[in-house]
């Protein structure tokens, strides 16, 4: 009797075996069932989790309600409105030359005393400095002689009338005194004009003409209120009639003047009967105050050297901020353009030739949108194409959407 087969031999199969084996099944098909599949692993989203914080599809993005917070973004609304533009000039602030006086002296003499000091208020009339001058008394001299003279010509010409009449004397020696009595007369007014050019007043000649006292001692007085911005005299000196003794200037109106270039000339209006163009001043002493003036002289030529045309300005300076000789900058505005689409500067973002918005379709979802712009004035930008008005526009925190967009695409 043969052996069997040990191949064909089976043997008894215990009951632990047998869910062993239909343990390892489900193992095997879902091992044959990713070779089928290339090993892809689950599809996206499988398990139902959320959508990423940011997309870029279409210009998309999204971000969540963390982010949102800490970007500090706003939206506003793109409205109509009004809009200028403006342009910066160079400019020197200068006193008002309708309340400056530099101040000389009508006669040559010595400096006996200094009352101003530089950079002190005086009102009208207030005393500046006293001179003695030889040349003023010598002047009133000549005035009383002549006066003298002609008190005595007008009288030997009266008695030669009565001497006439009587016949006492002919007609020759009456019209010689006569003759001598117009020439001491216009001798007399003209030492008279001389102490008039000399400083003297009508006062001072009726106080001649009454005591016949000579005074050499020589005021310089204060013609308007205003401040001593320049004093060029000291006790003792001898200042002649072309010095400047004293320059006096009321600083509460000053003029700033600026330099325009031929090319910006058409930006200025040249019309003074209407309302005036809008002018500001900025001066680096004072940043971030703006001083308000109105024009009152456009040049009629240029300077040929520099080709620029001067524009004169007069602004209200109470607080006497503004000081004569300090670097300006006069910032003119074009006439107002009405009824403009307007975005402000700080919704613009830009990427390399490109400028673009962010508009808010949703909360958390914006879209990025192009937009054609026109001129600016610094703070906002005349909106020509790509948004519409009472759009959704952010205009604080658009850079991070820009980093967003930007990453998202890398």
Known sequence: MSLPDPTLITAPVSWRDRSRRWQVLPLLALFTLQIMTGCDGPPP??????????????????????????????????????????????????????????????????????????????????????????????????????????????????????????????LAESQRREGEMISLRAEQREARDRLLLLGLTEEDLRHLDRNHTIRSHVPVVAPFDGRVIARNLTKGEVVETTEKLFVVADLSEVWVTAKIPEKDIPYIRNDQTGPGQLVEVHVSAYPGQTFQGSITYVGDVLEPATRTMRLRLELPNPERKLKPEMYATVRVYSDPEPNVLLLPETAIQRDRDRQFVFVQREPGLFEIRPVQLGDSNGKEVKVLGGVEEQDAVVITGSYVLKSELLGAQI
């Open 45 to 170: 989203n499988a398990t139902g989790a959320n959508p990423p914080a940011s997309s870029s599809e279409s210009g998309l993005v999204r971000l969540t309600a963390e982010k949102l917070k800490a970007a500090g973004i706003t939206v506003q609304p793109i409205a109509r409105g009004e809009f200028r533009t403006f342009r910066d000039f160079p400019g020197t602030v200068e006193p008002n030359e309708h309340a400056l006086a530099e101040i000389t002296t009508l006669v040559r003499g010595r400096v006996i005393d200094v009352y101003a000091d530089l950079g002190r208020e005086v009102k009208g009339g207030t005393l500046l400095a006293l001179l003695y001058s030889s040349e003023l008394g010598m002047a009133q001299s000549a005035y009383l002689k002549a006066t003298a003279k002609l008190n005595v010509a007008d009288r030997a010409f009266r008695r030669a009338e009565l001497l006439l009449k009587e016949k006492v004397i002919g």
